[in-house]
């Protein structure tokens, strides 16, 4: 399938130009990161009917009762995830409309990447390979679980909330290694980080968030 990647009009560059700006006077202030999302067409992972409201801050449906986040979230979350450094390994709970997993792409060396719904895992594919991006494997599973076989990671990030946060996850980690992830119930959600420290993890707790559920298949 073919996308038009540099947009007209709403997903024009000068757009995207003006979604930057405002995260960054909303307080993103790594710019390599801000960087690579004004690069970033991100109007290829909404569909058709939404592409003009691609570049507002805001998350909007992708369908399958999904979601692609907001903007600053995105951003939030990878300089949150990149904070100690360059990263290796990366495991992507929640694969969605794959907009940021090619927004974590360019800053690691491989990310493992993992959805329950087939047609958006197959759908973000085919945008990944319009954008060139090599470095992604993935996989059709229940995140909540994470990728066992590809652990341990240097970083896990979760783009959807489960109420309470999956025991599986931090135990992929390595050392020092950090879990980016929403939690909590429908109406009352953070994002927290969970780092591992040896046998022990410590848990900060940060902004609060809307996220749609991470679903755990029984």
Same mark, same amino acid.
Request: proline letters at 6%; charged letters at 25%.
């Given at each position: 399938?073919?996308?038009?990647?540099?947009?007209?009009?709403?997903? !024009?560059?000068?757009?995207?130009?003006?979604?930057?700006? $405002?995260?960054?006077?909303?307080?993103? *202030?790594?710019?390599?990161?801000?960087?690579?999302? $004004?690069?970033?067409? $991100?109007?290829?992972?909404?569909?058709?009917? +939404?592409?003009?409201?691609?570049?507002?801050?805001?998350?909007? /449906?992708?369908? *399958?009762?999904?979601? &692609?986040?907001?903007?600053?979230?995105?951003?939030?979350?990878?300089? +949150?995830?990149? %904070?100690?450094?360059?990263?290796?390994?990366?495991?992507?709970? =929640?694969?969605?409309?794959?907009?940021?997993?090619? &927004?974590?792409?360019?800053?690691?060396?491989? &990310?493992?990447?993992?959805?329950?719904?087939?047609?958006?895992?197959?759908?973000?594919?085919?945008?990944? $390979? %319009? +954008?060139?991006?090599?470095?992604?494997?993935?996989?059709?599973?229940?995140?909540?679980?994470?990728?066992?076989? *590809?652990? /341990?990671?240097? %970083?896990?990030?979760?783009?959807?909330?489960?109420?309470? &946060?999956?025991?599986?996850?931090?135990?992929?980690?390595?050392? =020092?290694?950090?879990?980016?992830? /929403? *939690?909590?119930?429908?109406?009352?959600?953070?994002?927290?980080?969970?780092?591992?420290?040896?046998?022990?993890?410590?848990?900060?707790?940060?902004?609060?968030? !809307?996220?749609?559920?991470?679903?755990?298949?029984?």
């Amino acid at each position: 399938m073919n996308y038009d990647l540099n947009g007209i009009g709403m997903t !024009s560059q000068r757009t995207r130009d003006r979604l930057i700006q $405002r995260l960054r006077d909303e307080g993103i *202030h790594d710019e390599d990161v801000l960087e690579v999302m $004004r690069q970033t067409p $991100r109007h290829i992972f909404v569909d058709e009917a +939404l592409a003009s409201r691609s570049y507002e801050d805001t998350a909007l /449906p992708i369908g *399958h009762g999904q979601t &692609i986040s907001q903007p600053y979230i995105v951003a939030r979350m990878t300089e +949150l995830l990149l %904070a100690n450094g360059p990263l290796k390994r990366v495991l992507e709970v =929640g694969t969605g409309s794959g907009y940021q997993t090619a &927004i974590l792409a360019p800053f690691v060396e491989q &990310i493992f990447t993992v959805e329950r719904i087939a047609p958006l895992l197959e759908q973000a594919k085919q945008k990944h $390979r %319009a +954008l060139g991006l090599t470095n992604i494997r993935y996989l059709l599973s229940d995140g909540s679980w994470g990728w066992p076989r *590809h652990a /341990p990671f240097d %970083a896990i990030i979760a783009t959807a909330a489960p109420e309470e &946060i999956p025991v599986e996850l931090p135990q992929q980690l390595v050392d =020092g290694g950090r879990l980016i992830i /929403p *939690h909590g119930t429908n109406t009352q959600q953070r994002l927290s980080v969970v780092e591992r420290d040896g046998e022990s993890l410590n848990q900060t707790d940060l902004d609060m968030v !809307s996220f749609v559920p991470l679903v755990r298949e029984k």
